[in-house]
């Protein structure tokens, strides 16, 4: 039997500041975790969400980040600077660090924007580590609290939310494999671009309420790529008929290019229902993984800051020249 715990978001990361002459201080610079961020200048610090129960017996636990910036994206290269331990689970965070601010407790912290898969018999920690403007900070990902005071204490629930809310299920293909939460689901290719060519991003995502079915909404993001290479995103996905009192949540009016942080909510009727259709156009080569964020945050007992309900999806581009 599947326990049912209660959704808990864990903010703990550690800070470590570089050595700097006592001349070259700056205090104004906000070098503190919890203070106000600056528009600039600032350092990205990891996070650790909790860990999740798969069905299969072994954990996923749960990383986000925060971008101390209000206005600066930040990207961090796979290797010294952005790396996980052990390493055979490095390889899979994220490289772009955007900006977010969402409502209520969402705040500035992008949640579960990967997650880390360990066996049943686990034990210790994983560490994820950045370096970034002067700073390294690194956060232990576990299963039990230190001690081992409390058992799951760091336990989040896959269960419906107060309302009935569940993290949507995102397929490649309309009868393939679904993916559903942190750990979601990888685009079984690698696709293929040219420079300045866009390339066709087509999903389905559904939503799978415990409760009467509602819309889905998406949002793209870069998740890996060289540092400075930017996708333009374009939706070919049709405005969907506005109902009243339902929460906007930024949505993008229809099709047209879509802006970072921007999503876009899917049709639940007609030929395109619950579809995403994107194009993705590079101005950089090499190598890139898109992320897909689906969520159903216009109902609500589903918000950011409530750690339910989004699932996570990506796909690998390899662009070329």
């Known amino acids: 039997m599947r326990r049912r715990t209660t959704p808990l978001a864990v903010t703990a990361f550690l800070t470590v500041a ?17 203070a106000p961020p600056n528009a600039n200048d600032n350092f990205v610090a990891p996070y650790f969400d909790g860990f999740y129960e798969n069905e299969d017996g072994t954990f996923t636990i749960s990383f986000g980040f925060m971008n101390r910036n209000d206005e600066e994206l930040i990207e961090i290269a796979l290797g010294p600077d952005n790396f996980l331990e052990p390493a055979e689970l490095n390889g ?32 210790g920690d994983v560490w994820w580590t950045l370096s970034t403007n002067g700073y390294t900070t690194r956060v232990p990902g576990r299963l ?40 979601g689901i990888f685009h079984p290719e690698t696709l293929t671009a040219q420079v300045g060519e866009p390339v066709e991003l087509v999903f389905w995502a559904h939503d799978r309420g415990d409760r009467e079915l509602g819309p889905v909404n998406v949002t793209l993001w870069k998740h890996q790529g060289p540092v400075g290479g930017k996708i ?46 994107f194009s993705a156009t590079f101005d950089t080569p090499g190598e890139y993984v898109i992320r897909i964020r689906a969520d159903n945050f216009s109902q609500t007992d589903s918000t950011p800051g409530n750690q339910c309900c989004w699932t996570n999806g990506y796909v690998r581009v390899s662009v070329n020249d």
């Open 18 to 34: 570089l050595p700097l002459a006592a001349d070259a201080q700056d205090w104004t610079r906000r070098e503190f975790p919890l």
């Open 92 to 123: 899979n965070q994220p490289t772009a660090f955007p900006t977010v601010q969402y409502s209520g407790f969402g705040g500035y912290r992008e949640r579960g924007a990967f997650g880390v898969v360990v066996p049943a018999d686990f034990e």
């Open 144 to 183: 039990e609290s230190p001690g081992r005071i409390v058992k799951g204490a760091y336990e989040l629930s896959t269960s419906p939310m107060a309302a009935g809310s569940l993290r949507p299920g995102i397929r490649f293909t309309e009868d393939g494999p679904m993916g559903a939460g942190v750990r």
């Open 232 to 277: 333009a995103f374009e939706s070919f996905v049709p405005a969907p008929p506005e109902v009243e009192g339902r929460r906007q949540m930024g949505r993008a009016p229809g099709p047209g290019p879509v802006e970072t942080r921007e999503s876009v909510e899917l049709l639940t009727d007609g030929p395109m229902a619950y579809q995403g259709h």
